[in-house]
């Protein structure tokens, strides 16, 4: 089963591992380059939609929150704030694992 996932058609959906292995068995170096410009490619896409998000946010922090009314200085909306990030991530977790199980039976 393992042997398999590494025979994908598209090299660059396997990723970085495709990439190890090819370099280690000696196949194409055209092949290894290719996977690395799409994974570059990717990775870019990425920091540029992360970029793009985070400049929004920090825009309607500025211009919109004046308006907004003032929240009150307690120790509960402190943890909210704290763990609010940590819990989003838990189940975005939780789900993509959940879902790769799913999909490997």
Excluded: C, D, H
Aim: no cysteine; charged share 10%.
């Amino acid at each position: 089963m393992v042997l398999w996932w590494f025979k994908a058609e598209t090299p660059y959906k396997v990723g970085i591992v495709s990439l190890v292995i090819g370099a280690k068995k000696g196949n194409n170096i055209t092949t290894a380059y290719r996977v690395t410009q799409k994974l570059m490619g990717i990775q870019f896409n990425f920091i540029v939609k992360v970029f793009i998000l985070s400049l929004g946010i920090s825009l309607v922090i500025k211009y919109a929150s004046p308006s907004l009314p003032p929240i009150p200085v307690t120790s509960g909306n402190a943890l909210i704030a704290v763990l609010t990030p940590a819990i989003i991530l838990a189940i975005a977790l939780l789900w993509r694992f959940w879902k790769f199980q799913s999909r490997g039976s």
